[in-house]
Structure formats: C-alpha cells, structure tokens
C-alpha cells in the first residue's frame, strides 16, 4: 500500500490549501481514510476522518471544524483535504492515512499505512 500526499506550501492567515493523496495498492472504497497532523514539539493529532460507508458521517477534530473539509473521490483513489481560513496554528506536517482493514471504524491506533507528509505553513 502506498500512500502520496501533495498541496503542501505555505499560505497566509486567513488563506486556503487543498491537500491531496493519491492511493495505490489496495481496494481504496472498501476503506477509511484519515488525515492526521504533527506541529514540532507536539503529538499527532487527528484532523479529519472519511468512512468508506458513503452513509456514515465525516468526522472532524473540533480545532478545524467549519474551516476543513475532507472528500474523497474512489474513481481515482483520492482523498482530499480542503483547508480554509487557515491560522498559524495550522502549521504542521500533514500526513495521509489508511487503516489495516478495510470497513469498520477505525481508531487512531489503527491506521498502518501512511503517505510521506506535507508540510503546511501559515504566516500570520
């Protein structure tokens, strides 16, 4: 399974980025995906999560919620990661992530599989 994120870069207060990752080696529909993030001196956290499950809701960690939106495309194996109203806060190493198996709810724990990150930088 490989992973590839891009749209990285640095963006200003207030500004937008669209991360995207790009997957291969595995049946993309059939799985969660996940964005996470890691500030220096800091753990990673969550930033947003996109069921296979059409039907289930998208989930958000509360710090980007009304500014990020995640989406998929299964024809071209994607996941997106739309970021608007950015903040210095932002800042970060993006990382795009698949569980081990495929279906179900994955926790953070149990995403395996990860893409080389991007980092995003906000100025103020």
């Known amino acids: 399974v490989q992973l590839a994120e891009s749209g990285g870069g640095l963006a200003q207060a207030g500004g937008s980025l669209r991360l995207s990752c790009v997957v291969s080696?595995?049946?993309?529909?059939?799985?969660?995906m996940a964005w996470f993030r890691q500030a220096p001196g800091k753990e990673r956290e969550t930033v947003a999560a996109i069921s296979w499950d059409a039907g289930r809701p998208t989930t958000y960690a509360d710090s980007v919620k009304g500014r990020f939106t995640i989406s998929r495309d299964n024809t071209r194996n994607s996941v997106y990661l739309q970021m608007n109203s950015l903040k210095p806060e932002d800042t970060a190493v993006y990382y795009c992530?698949?569980?081990?198996?495929?279906?179900?709810?994955?926790?953070?724990?149990?995403?395996?599989?990860w893409g080389q990150g991007t980092q995003v930088t906000v100025s103020s």
């Open positions: 080696g595995r049946t993309f529909r059939l799985y969660t």
């Open positions: 992530a698949a569980p081990r198996s495929p279906y179900g709810s994955p926790a953070p724990q149990d995403y395996a599989y």
